[in-house]
């Protein structure tokens, strides 16, 4: 049967816009690992206090997971991410003005409800604009907002740093996402038959593949209790739990572990803290690339995160003895253990319809408290030893757990024949 040359105008218009969106959400998530250098003498907390404040966004994360994922589904991704644009600019700059340790809690944890429900109503606007056949490399894409954001908030906070103090870094850095709610709201749109910059035949591609899809789907779990009892959910749920351990345990602490390899000034630290994100970028299109051409989630996830957490051993095994080698390492970490975008893929696959939605966001809201427990225990075993070595060494028993239980997932048969597709550019 001859191709099909499909214009792909939703590349252009929904991937750059949902991308600088979540880059902006990223960083003022993560600022707190560069406003640690000072906010720690000025408010008196100790390294397992900073990891409790690092740590503790994901608990008011929790909150709107399930809901938000629903509201994108049923009413609109939309609206509910510009409602949230709105709110995360609130409190990432109220962080600015926090007196004490108690204040910091509570602005961080309302800026994790704040942010909480926007990656699972994102993923959820995606599968309504992308087949499965393209969805790694969109989910791919879209999450490479994350290094991008690391990259961005590394120099800029270490020069806001340089020059001011760490409330004017909250402040400034919580700015953006007033600006880009206006873009939002006259940019993106929910579906392919509300969008009117979209061509007929894109149209029309999409609305056919995708329905075909939620057929093939629905008849492999077409109940969200088969859907949330099946066994290669709950092995993606764990999977992701200890991902998500090592990830953020690896990421909130990582200025402050180049600074103990590096001994370098402020900025130094912050420009070597971008390199490892850099990394995440490449590895992360490579390993989707290869995931949408294989359509084997087992081995492009369990391969990658292991390799990853091998390679933050040796990193640490180096040190001071050899910090050129120690920071390679830690790039080629992030590098295979950035693999976000095949595994929301990987739900996305296994997952029926109208079980999705309750799907992404138990998985988010559940898999996402590693996201507490990585800083919290590194910052506990920092205090406790006066070492990165037992954190790190926490960090890749997370990681090589999680890639062990990816290795139990079964394959996803090939169920949706079509005719070969070629993506206009």
């Not at 959400?25 to 000072?38: C, E, K, P, Q, V």
């Amino acid at each position: 049967m001859p191709a099909l040359e499909i214009p792909s105008n939703r590349w252009k218009r929904i991937i750059p816009v949902a991308f600088l969106m979540y880059t902006i959400a990223f960083m003022d998530r993560t600022n707190i690992s560069f406003g640690l250098f000072g906010m720690q003498e000025d408010l008196g907390i100790d390294d397992k206090d900073a990891g409790l404040a690092a740590g503790v966004f994901f608990f008011g994360y929790l909150f709107l997971q399930v809901p938000g994922a629903l509201l994108a589904q049923k009413w609109s991704a939309k609206k509910f991410i510009l409602i949230s644009l709105l709110f995360w600019s609130v409190f990432s700059i109220a962080t600015g003005f926090v007196q004490n340790f108690t204040q910091l809690l509570i602005v961080r944890l309302l800026l994790g409800v704040a942010e909480g429900g926007v990656s699972p109503a994102t993923m959820i606007l995606l599968t309504k604009w992308f087949p499965l056949n393209e969805r790694a490399r969109a989910n791919a894409y879209w999450y490479l907002c994350i290094p991008f954001a690391s990259i961005i908030v590394a120099p800029l906070s270490g020069f806001i740093l340089t020059h001011m103090d760490w409330r004017w870094m909250f402040i400034i850095e919580g700015i953006p996402p007033l600006l880009w709610a206006l873009v939002w709201w006259f940019t993106i749109d929910d579906e392919p038959n509300q969008a009117k910059w979209i061509s007929k035949q894109e149209r029309e591609y999409l609305e056919t593949t995708l329905a075909a899809e939620r057929k093939v789907i629905k008849k492999a779990a077409p109940r969200i209790k088969d859907a949330l009892t099946n066994r290669n959910v709950i092995l993606l749920l764990l999977v992701f739990c200890f991902l998500q351990v090592g990830f953020y345990g690896f990421g909130l602490w990582l200025p402050k572990l180049i600074d103990s390899i590096s001994s370098g000034s402020l900025m130094v630290t912050s420009l070597l803290s971008a390199l490892p994100w850099i990394a995440a970028m490449i590895g992360s299109v490579i390993n989707s690339k290869r995931a949408d051409r294989t359509g084997n989630y087992k081995w492009t996830l369990a391969v990658p995160i292991l390799a990853g957490a091998g390679c933050l051993l040796i990193s640490v095994l180096f040190g001071r003895s050899n910090p050129i080698l120690s920071i390679l390492f830690l790039c080629l970490c992030l590098g295979f253990m950035y693999c976000y975008g095949v595994f929301w893929t990987a739900v996305s696959a296994y997952l029926a319809d109208e079980v999705l939605s309750v799907g992404i966001g138990t998985i988010n809201a559940i898999g996402n408290l590693g996201g507490f427990i990585g800083p919290f225990m590194v910052g506990y075993l920092i205090s406790g030893t006066g070492s990165f070595l037992f954190g790190i060494v926490f960090l890749v028993s997370s990681l090589t757990l999680s890639g062990i239980l990816a290795l139990f997932l079964k394959e996803r048969n090939k169920a949706v024949g079509a005719e070969k597709i070629i993506i206009s550019s």
